[in-house]
């Protein structure tokens, strides 16, 4: 996708990290943007910001679990600009309510509210905005936001709905060049990022509310203070918008994990046992300087 002005970006998960950076370098390449998530005020917050500076942008509540929020989702979007041509399905979470747990131990409320955002939300995505898309005809480009847990073994629930979101995108890019479509397709699949997804569980939905106990406040703590270290969200935004421009379909803004990626994928070819994250070699990276 190479023209960007007048053009109309959908943003999920876009009140806060990565989906707000993402709405705002696409409001500054002067396009119309839609920013949606579950949070109204913070949501409210990150429409009136923009608009201060004179940005053509909207705000619309959205439940990415349910098929009916995305798909109001569209038609507010459509209603309002017209033509919709870059949708990015960001909105995500991570459940720490029952992160220790082995994962044949996660409640089915822990799979239904981590899958249903995260691997489900994209798949609403797609299937609200995608025909639309495809009807009007014009350059198009579609990001999922996936994860390095995607790429990696383990995550529990978050690594699984991250590989799902990974395996959709590539299955999505086929189905696209059979249609001989004009639209892209890219799997963000990033590091560290100074975000508050740890914080996710202020979004669960009360009907699937964690059974298990919670994880220790110590290792939030530490949990949160890694994700401070990693890189900021507008460096991610740069980076997509840059990938889109180019038609780059795998999106990796952080070299320093590009070493255990290809380790997993050796340890597939020698058909050995999954391999597993160095941790003492990531802190002496970071001690280094390097973001994750």
């Known amino acids: 996708m190479k023209q960007f002005e007048g053009k109309t970006a959908v943003v999920t998960g876009a009140a806060s990290g990565i989906g707000r950076a993402l709405a705002e370098r696409f409001a500054q390449a002067r396009m119309n943007v839609v920013l949606a998530d579950i949070e109204k005020d913070a949501l409210d917050r990150a429409v009136a910001e923009l608009e201060q500076r004179q940005h053509r942008v909207m705000g619309v509540v959205a439940n990415t679990m349910v098929r009916e929020s995305v798909e109001?989702?569209?038609?507010?979007?459509?209603?309002?600009?017209?033509?919709?041509?870059?949708?990015?399905?960001?909105?995500?979470?991570?459940?720490?309510?029952?992160?220790?747990?082995?994962?044949?131990?996660?409640?089915?409320?822990?799979?239904?509210?981590?899958?249903?955002?995260?691997?489900?939300?994209?798949l609403y995505g797609l299937q609200a905005?995608?025909?639309?898309?495809?009807?009007?005809?014009?350059?198009?480009?579609?990001?999922?936001?996936?994860?390095?847990?995607?790429?990696?073994?383990?995550?529990?629930?978050?690594?699984?709905?991250?590989?799902?979101?990974l395996a959709l995108t590539e299955t999505l890019l086929r189905d696209l060049r059979a249609r001989g479509a004009k639209i892209g397709a890219s799997v963000l699949c990033p590091g560290f990022v100074n975000t508050q997804i740890i914080d996710a569980e202020r979004n669960?939905?009360?009907?699937?509310?964690?059974?298990?106990?919670?994880?220790?406040?110590?290792?939030?703590?530490?949990?949160?203070?890694?994700?401070?270290?990693?890189?900021?969200?507008?460096?991610?935004?740069?980076?997509?918008?840059?990938?889109?421009?180019?038609?780059?379909?795998?999106?990796?803004?952080?070299p320093a994990w590009d070493n255990t990626v290809r380790a997993r994928v050796d340890a597939v070819l020698a058909r050995g046992a999954p391999m597993t994250v160095d941790l003492e070699d990531m802190a002496r990276r970071r001690a280094a300087g390097e973001k994750f």
């Open 204 to 254: 669960r939905p009360k009907e699937l509310a964690a059974a298990g106990s919670a994880i220790a406040p110590a290792m939030l703590d530490i949990g949160r203070a890694m994700l401070a270290q990693g890189k900021a969200p507008s460096e991610i935004a740069d980076v997509v918008f840059n990938s889109i421009h180019e038609d780059r379909f795998y999106v990796l803004p952080h």
């Open 72 to 122: 109001a989702l569209a038609k507010r979007a459509i209603d309002e600009f017209g033509k919709v041509h870059i949708v990015c399905n960001n909105a995500g979470v991570a459940s720490t309510g029952e992160a220790l747990k082995p994962v044949w131990e996660v409640s089915d409320r822990d799979w239904q509210w981590v899958m249903g955002v995260n691997f489900w939300g994209v």
């Open 129 to 165: 905005f995608v025909p639309h898309m495809l009807a009007h005809g014009e350059e198009g480009h579609i990001v999922n936001t996936a994860s390095l847990a995607a790429l990696m073994p383990g995550g529990g629930t978050y690594g699984v709905s991250k590989h799902g979101v």
